[in-house]
């Protein structure tokens, strides 16, 4: 048995190939996307390192080419999740009795199995399963290595943090797993934040039930092999791709449920807190809820705003992968002094953007998750098409012969509660709202109160007291806030991730507010020489 002071060095940041026509990755990546196409992959569950096919399967379809099948998911069902939720508790002890550097050890091989020898693999499927071009699924995956190395080492940091001194006793913090499982809950969105919800708690110890959204599955699977290959123990992290209502049913209200880990819509996270709101004399410990949801993420501009950096955020902000990432701008405040010129450069750069294949280099986004999405996103391009609040000015296109398309879109919005302006749409769809200089305040308020969420924004002003004023002004508006920059992006280990109001709990993703969630303390005080006196100094 060693002894030794165990010390991670902070981790870089992976590194993201650009993928320039003609570079070996570039080649690789395609022929594996290639290779992947060629096949339909049988997606178990794995419960406690045992495939399970169930039998009971959804057919996974590439969104851009919806005809092709990439993958069936075989659903676990009552018998299937419960076995989960049994296994990974019965895996907790030894799990959490494993020194925390091998544990640790485990993510940091991971990590470098998904930057190395799986990448592709991974990459791969992302495209194909979520409808991402190379770039995108490249990002995705650097940031799922990174969430992997950056969670080990905000854990040390947690560990560190130890009780001051008492003269004649040691005391000490134990930072214990919850006394439970942890049930991950993730989205179509982000394979990185597939793999980070039920890893976050789990390199701290805990055990989890993960559930992956359908339409990620294939990517999700390939990351949990990584896993296996890296060593994780059987049970530790069970993979049960499932319904959302049989999850609800069968895992959230299980009494030993002790954390729940999920990215998604505002609207599931509500339903489950409910879940366990209605049930919570049935646990053994209060479930801790962390949740990452829904936005309305704005650009709000001032006067003394550059045009072209101006233009740049707001087409990259909304319409990189489709506007389907959480922190996609979907509204802008432009101020009327800055209109015209914004108007004539927004129609110029979209002469060239548009939603096409994974493979065509030239296609700035890609299709929409699935019909459900691309239904509820055409039905707000009809309403605007209909409305006399709002007009279209660019785009509108929707078509779903080949794939599920929507071509990248702007909205004239006349009035500032128009339904586009305030609600998550979820696609390739921006709204502008045009204010008059000097009712700049009344457009702060605007941006800051129409609408329920909290999680990303920018300012684009030149002037100094104009990007304090807005940034005051909008310091509720947005857990994660630009200063001439994009509202997307965030980077783990430099903009620590999520937004509060209805956009979630704020623990911030990668992050050591997030890590501190799946720890439990235990202070203990140890007297060196204990006393025998019984009587207090004051009654003698
Ligand atoms: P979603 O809420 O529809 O699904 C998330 C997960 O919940 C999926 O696994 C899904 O199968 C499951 N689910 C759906 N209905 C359920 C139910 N009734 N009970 C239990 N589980 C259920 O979200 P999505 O469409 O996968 O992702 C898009 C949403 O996620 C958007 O609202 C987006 O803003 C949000 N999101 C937020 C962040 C963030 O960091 N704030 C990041 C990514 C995505």
């Not at 128009?418 to 502008?432: A, K, N, Q």
Request: with cysteine; charged share 20%; aromatic share 10%.
């Amino acid at each position: 048995m060693g002894n030794n002071i165990f010390q991670l060095a902070r981790p870089v940041n992976e590194h993201s190939m650009n993928f320039a026509e003609g570079c070996p990755e570039r080649g690789a990546l395609l022929a594996e996307v290639e290779r992947q196409r060629a096949s339909v992959v049988e997606i178990p569950a794995v419960i406690g390192g045992e495939e399970v096919f169930t039998g009971s399967v959804v057919e996974i379809r590439e969104p851009h080419r919806r005809a092709h099948v990439i993958a069936r998911a075989h659903l676990a069902g009552e018998a299937e999740l419960r076995r989960a939720v049994d296994t990974a508790c019965a895996a907790a002890q030894d799990w959490a009795e494993m020194p925390w550097e091998d544990r640790a050890a485990i993510f940091m091989k991971a990590a470098d199995l998904l930057a190395g020898p799986y990448r592709f693999r991974v990459e791969a499927a992302t495209m194909l399963g979520q409808s991402k071009n190379l770039w995108e699924a490249e990002i995705d995956v650097c940031e799922l290595c990174d969430f992997l190395r950056f969670n080990a080492y905000f854990l040390q940091e947690i560990y560190r943090q130890q009780p001051g001194l008492t003269p004649g006793a040691v005391n000490r913090v134990e930072y214990r797993p919850l006394e439970g499982f942890v049930a991950a809950l993730t989205p179509f969105n982000f394979t990185s934040i597939g793999g980070n919800l039920p890893c976050a708690g789990a390199v701290a110890g805990n055990v989890a039930v993960w559930k992956p959204s359908t339409a990620a599955a294939l990517s999700n699977y390939y990351f949990l092999c990584v896993l296996r290959e890296a060593g994780l123990p059987a049970g530790v992290i069970n993979f049960v791709p499932s319904r959302g209502v049989d999850f609800s049913k069968y895992v959230i209200t299980d009494p030993r449920l002790a954390g729940f880990h999920f990215t998604g819509s505002t609207e599931v996270f509500d339903a489950v807190w409910r879940e366990v709101g209605s049930h919570i004399e049935r646990y053994h410990t209060y479930p801790r809820l962390v949740g990452e949801t829904g936005g309305k993420d704005f650009i709000f501009a001032d006067g003394s705003a550059s045009v072209g950096a101006l233009v740049s955020g707001m087409l990259r902000a909304a319409f990189s992968y489709a506007g389907q990432k959480c922190s996609a701008a979907s509204r802008a405040y432009i101020p009327a002094s800055l209109w015209p010129d914004v108007r004539e450069r927004l129609h110029e750069a979209m002469k060239d953007l548009y939603a096409g294949d994974i493979l065509d280099p030239r296609a700035f986004c890609n299709a929409v998750i699935d019909r459900a999405a691309f239904e509820r996103i055409k039905a707000y391009l009809d309403d605007a098409a209909a409305s006399p609040d709002a007009e279209i000015l660019e785009g509108g296109g929707a078509d779903d012969a080949e794939g599920y398309f929507i071509q990248p879109t702007v909205i004239l919005a006349k009035n500032p509660h128009y339904r586009s302006m305030v609600e998550e749409i979820f696609g390739p769809v921006l709204t502008v709202y045009v204010y008059e200089d000097e009712a700049q305040d009344e457009a702060l308020r605007l941006c800051d109160t129409s609408t329920k969420y909290g999680l990303t924004g920018a300012v684009y002003a030149r002037d100094r007291a104009a990007v304090l004023k807005i940034s005051r002004a909008l310091s509720q508006t947005a857990g994660n806030f630009y200063i001439n920059e994009k509202p997307t992006g965030a980077v783990v280990g430099q903009q620590p991730f999520g937004g509060s109001r209805r956009s979630g709990t704020n623990d911030k993703a990668g992050s050591q507010t997030n890590l501190l969630r799946w720890v439990s303390q235990r202070a203990v005080k140890e007297v060196l020489v204990p006393d025998t006196e019984i009587l207090l100094p004051h009654m003698l």
